[in-house]
């Protein structure tokens, strides 16, 4: 073999070692991969280290709207909102994502879908 029959899939391979750490540090919840940059400020509620914009571009790869519906949400003035619907939604799982820019921090909420088997009462 000569050393132009290796070149072809260096490049493709090395690209692909550097993203694998990247892809393994993010953040799951209830099974929502969210960015790198979050910090939890509540149960189910994170800031991320993002603009707004880079953060919906974010979810826009991990999660394409074709398969995963939007809805803006917010009616506020000074507030932006998006909703990020989970059509494959199980008990315990994420529903949705709640997107949100307010006093230019960008936050984002975790809806999880009710475990029936909590809910069930005498049990």
């Given amino acids: 073999m000569t050393g132009q029959s290796h070149a072809g899939y260096k490049a493709p391979l090395a690209a692909l070692l550097l993203l694998l750490p ?19 400020v509540a149960e189910y509620r994170y800031r991320v280290g993002r603009t ?33 619907e989970n059509p494959e939604a199980r008990p315990g799982g994420w529903e949705g994502l709640n997107v949100y820019e307010a006093k230019g921090e960008t936050t984002v909420y975790v809806l999880v879908a009710p475990d029936a088997s909590k809910n069930r009462k005498g049990r």
């Fill in 52 to 84: 707004y914009e880079e953060t919906l571009k974010f979810f826009k790869a991990a999660y394409p709207p074709a398969r995963y519906p939007r809805k803006n949400v917010a009616s506020l003035p000074g507030v932006r909102a998006v909703y990020i």
């Fill in 22 to 40: 990247v892809a393994g540090r993010a953040e799951k919840v209830a099974g929502a991969v969210l960015p790198d940059e979050v910090r939890k």
